[in-house]
């Protein structure tokens, strides 16, 4: 159950796009479709960005994509706008009913 | 509108317990499985523990095998989780999450923080 691997910090000007990438192991991102994202503002809860890997819930705007190659999951956030400034987590099923999370990427809005 | 509000968190110390609450409205809570997941002070999320609707499949992340039990009340549309033997590296923000198959958290509550310490 090791932690998969984000970078802990990218960074964009508005309207521009960002990509964040999110390695596992063929155990987890790589074995299975049911990656999703979530955003976390400073003392807020997470929010659920995206799904099996590229489905967004209902009232996220269509800004925010996913993707996934191998073990490697991204979320693409393109239009940057100041509000998506934010904590960002990726998590997967890691099989026998677990699950991992990312150790999260902080994004900055230059 | 969907809500989950946690209770129980405080201050303990290690070796001590403690029991979490999470009361859920705004969806018939039967029908979902349900998620702990905890978030240490300046640190990410972590999975901790997930239960299926009717409560007879309990899964835990390593770390807290045998020391915490999650467990629900369907009929008071309540989630649990009982936390013994306590450790300083259990201090953490403990978010209730409402859980489908392929996904953790569809929503969250605002969370209640656990503090161990002497």
């Known amino acids: 159950q090791s932690a998969l691997t984000q970078p802990r910090s990218v960074s964009g000007s508005p309207g521009q796009s960002v990509t964040i990438s999110c390695t596992g192991t063929?155990?987890?991102?790589?074995?299975?479709?049911?990656v999703s994202w979530y955003q976390q503002h400073p003392g807020k809860a997470p929010k659920l960005m995206i799904y099996?890997?590229?489905k967004r819930p209902s009232g996220v705007p269509d800004r925010f994509s996913g993707s996934k190659s191998g073990n490697t999951a991204s979320l693409t956030i393109s239009g940057l706008q100041a509000e998506d400034e934010a904590d960002y987590y990726c998590?997967?099923?890691?099989?026998?009913?677990?699950?991992?999370f990312g150790g999260g990427t902080k994004l900055t809005v230059l | 509108e969907v809500q989950l509000v946690e209770s129980g968190g405080g201050l303990v110390q290690p070796g001590g317990s403690l029991r979490l609450s999470c009361a859920a409205s705004?969806?018939?809570?039967?029908?979902?499985?349900m998620t702990w997941v905890r978030q240490a002070p300046g640190k990410g999320l972590e999975w901790v523990a997930n239960?299926?609707?009717?409560?007879?499949?309990?899964y835990y992340v390593d770390s807290v095998k045998g020391r915490f039990t999650i467990s629900r009340d369907n009929a008071k549309n309540s989630l649990y989780l009982q936390m013994n033997s306590l450790r300083a590296e259990d201090t953490a923000v403990y978010y209730c999450?409402?859980?489908?198959?392929?996904?953790?958290?569809?929503?969250w509550g605002q969370g209640t923080l656990v503090t161990v310490s002497s």
């Open positions: 998590c997967s099923y890691a099989g026998s009913s677990t699950w991992v």
């Open positions: 239960i299926k609707q009717d409560g007879t499949e309990k």
């Open positions: 063929s155990s987890d991102v790589g074995g299975y479709n049911y």
């Open positions: 705004g969806f018939t809570f039967s029908t979902f499985r």
């Open positions: 999450a409402q859980s489908n198959w392929n996904y953790l958290g569809g929503y």
């Open positions: 099996d890997v590229t």
